[in-house]
């Protein structure tokens, strides 16, 4: 009878019939030694020996529902019928997977957690967190990492300007800065720098724009004057403009033209845009922008802080000319051998700016006569006078200390303030010849002799900053200075630790 059984179960699930398949699993559940689902059985497999048991006798599974896996790494001791051939083999815990009861030593078994699908996840968080998620409260945030800045080197590049039709090339000289690394607390935008040259104020760093003199281009002046290794400490930005050779073919300002000394108009016009652009694209303090020239580049100089006092606070001007000083290259000649007169006041030539201005001429220059630093600096101060600054005039001789060791006599004038700041500044190198003073021997028209006029420039601008459309006057914090008239220009830069 039981042999027809089988036989009919084993038809039945060969037919793939679940119907007829629940009452036999239920007749051998009754029946002894029968295996029902979730229970163990033993099956002869002489070919696949088991761990626990001895080599070719029995192999260990489960009879469970079809929607149920199991662990079949696992296996407890619990007891088996004797009719099996399990009876009296040893099994340990790790045969089978499960759970015991510690009173009854009934056997729970152990399902495997199958991953959710992605519907499941979609209806899971739809549905909201689990009440076993609230009951373990929200997970901490995720550590936060530290920004830290990337130093980009100082850069000295070369760009092109272009201003009515003409592009003018320039250089300039960009101080290390800080950018920041993109992260989650902050977003990299375009500008995406942070200007640590602006910690004592939100503004940003100063601005020198330098013109070159005559047979010079930008990279040369540069070379010459050493002032990107002084902007590098400050630090500064440095701006180079430069001459188009078709405009003059010895590269010089056309200071002596008419038409490049006015307002709106020629060259002037071109640096004073070529200026805002830098400062609108660049970290810089508006009120703190100056101009300096040699030679040609400063009678340019001049004539462009002359006409855009809302955009300079200060002029540096070595070995140059005032403003209208020519009206022509006849003129021009002249007013170089012989030096020249600036334009009475009420000239457009000549605007009342209250400009402060630093003036280096020597006295052995046999291109420009040092007569003409002279008028530039009786100009200056009557102006500064004439607009209300109270200004006290002192002379003192000094042996400067020059790039290469040497000291070089050097009578230097200073006009001060109330406020204990200089001024007007002319410095009168003893024996200097049409040079830049104390400038490097890698650039040309420069005298290694001669006392450091960058540094003396320097000091000088960072004394005075722009307010409104005139000079500062008595605006910003004043840089100290001996008043017994024996300070340094070197020991004036090094005071201003607020820009480092």
Same mark, same amino acid.
């Given at each position: 009878m039981r042999f027809w059984i089988h036989q009919i179960a084993a038809a039945v699930r060969r037919s793939r019939a679940p119907g007829l398949l629940g009452p036999v699993q239920r007749w051998f559940?009754?029946?002894?030694?029968?295996?029902?689902?979730?229970?163990?059985?033993?099956?002869?497999?002489?070919?696949?020996?088991?761990?626990?048991?001895?080599?070719?006798?029995?192999?260990i599974c489960r009879v469970q529902p079809r929607a149920t896996m199991l662990d079949l790494r696992e296996a407890p001791e619990s007891p088996v019928p004797s009719s099996t051939? !399990?009876?009296?083999?040893? @099994?340990? +815990? /790790?045969? %089978? =997977?499960?759970?015991?009861?510690?009173?009854?030593?009934? #056997?729970?078994?152990?399902?495997?957690?199958?991953?959710?699908?992605?519907?499941?996840r979609a209806a899971a968080s739809r549905d909201g967190p689990s009440a076993e998620s609230q009951a373990a409260g929200p997970k901490p945030p995720p550590p936060q990492q530290t920004q830290t800045p990337v130093l980009r080197p100082s850069v000295f590049?070369?760009?092109?300007?272009?201003?009515?039709?003409?592009?003018?090339?320039?250089?300039?000289?960009?101080?290390?800065?800080?950018?920041?690394?993109?992260?989650?607390?902050?977003?990299?935008?375009?500008?995406?720098?942070?200007?640590?040259?602006a910690k004592d104020g939100p503004a940003g760093w100063p601005l020198l724009v330098m013109l070159h003199g005559c047979r010079q281009d930008a990279p040369d002046f540069a070379r010459g004057?050493?002032?990107?290794?002084?902007?590098?400490? !400050?630090?500064?930005?440095? @701006?180079? +403009? /430069?001459? %188009? =050779?078709?405009?003059?073919?010895?590269?010089?300002?056309? #200071?002596?033209?008419?038409?490049?000394?006015?307002?709106?108009?020629?060259?002037?016009?071109?640096?004073?845009?070529l200026t805002q652009q830098v400062v609108a694209c660049y970290p810089v303090d508006p009120t703190r922008v100056y101009i300096a020239g040699l030679s040609a580049g400063g009678a340019m100089a001049a004539i462009v802080a002359a006409h855009y006092p809302e955009l300079f606070a200060a002029v540096g001007i070595h070995s140059g000319l005032p403003p209208g000083a020519a009206h022509d290259v006849m003129s021009a000649f002249h007013a170089m051998r012989h030096g020249g007169r600036p334009r009475a006041p009420g000239d457009p030539a000549a605007r009342e700016n209250v400009m402060p201005t630093i003036v280096f001429h020597g006295s052995a220059d046999q291109t420009v006569h040092p007569d003409n630093s002279d008028q530039?600096?009786?100009?200056?101060?009557?102006?500064?006078?004439?607009?209300?600054?109270?200004?006290?005039?002192?002379?003192?001789?000094?042996?400067?200390?020059?790039?290469?060791?040497?000291?070089?006599?050097?009578?230097?004038?200073?006009?001060?303030?109330?406020?204990?700041?200089?001024?007007?500044?002319?410095?009168?190198?003893?024996?200097?010849?049409?040079?830049?003073?104390?400038?490097?021997?890698?650039?040309?028209?420069?005298?290694?002799?001669?006392?450091?006029?960058?540094?003396?420039?320097?000091?000088?601008?960072?004394?005075?900053?722009?307010?409104?459309?005139?000079?500062?006057?008595?605006?910003?914090?004043?840089?100290?200075?001996?008043?017994?008239?024996?300070d340094r220009p070197e020991a004036g830069l090094g005071k201003q630790a607020a820009y480092r």
């Open positions: 559940k009754n029946t002894k030694g029968a295996v029902a689902p979730g229970e163990v059985r033993a099956a002869r497999n002489p070919d696949r020996p088991q761990a626990g048991l001895e080599a070719g006798t029995t192999e051939p !399990l009876a009296g083999a040893s @099994l340990t +815990p /790790e045969s %089978l =997977p499960g759970q015991a009861d510690a009173s009854t030593g009934a #056997w729970t078994a152990r399902r495997h957690e199958m991953p959710q699908s992605p519907m499941e590049k070369r760009e092109v300007f272009k201003f009515e039709g003409e592009p003018y090339a320039y250089n300039l000289f960009l101080p290390a800065l800080a950018e920041p690394l993109p992260g989650p607390t902050s977003e990299a935008g375009e500008a995406g720098v942070v200007n640590e040259g004057t050493a002032m990107n290794e002084l902007a590098a400490k !400050l630090p500064c930005l440095v @701006l180079y +403009p /430069e001459q %188009l =050779p078709k405009a003059n073919q010895m590269r010089c300002w056309n #200071w002596f033209d008419l038409a490049h000394q006015g307002r709106h108009a020629g060259e002037p016009a071109m640096l004073a845009a530039i600096v009786q100009a200056a101060s009557a102006e500064l006078e004439a607009s209300g600054v109270a200004l006290r005039r002192s002379e003192i001789r000094q042996e400067m200390p020059a790039a290469t060791g040497e000291l070089r006599h050097t009578v230097r004038t200073v006009y001060r303030g109330n406020d204990d700041r200089s001024y007007v500044e002319y410095w009168s190198v003893e024996a200097g010849p049409h040079a830049w003073s104390g400038g490097s021997a890698e650039g040309s028209f420069t005298d290694p002799h001669g006392p450091r006029a960058s540094t003396a420039m320097l000091a000088f601008f960072l004394q005075h900053r722009r307010q409104g459309a005139k000079a500062s006057v008595a605006a910003g914090p004043a840089t100290p200075a001996s008043r017994d008239g024996q």
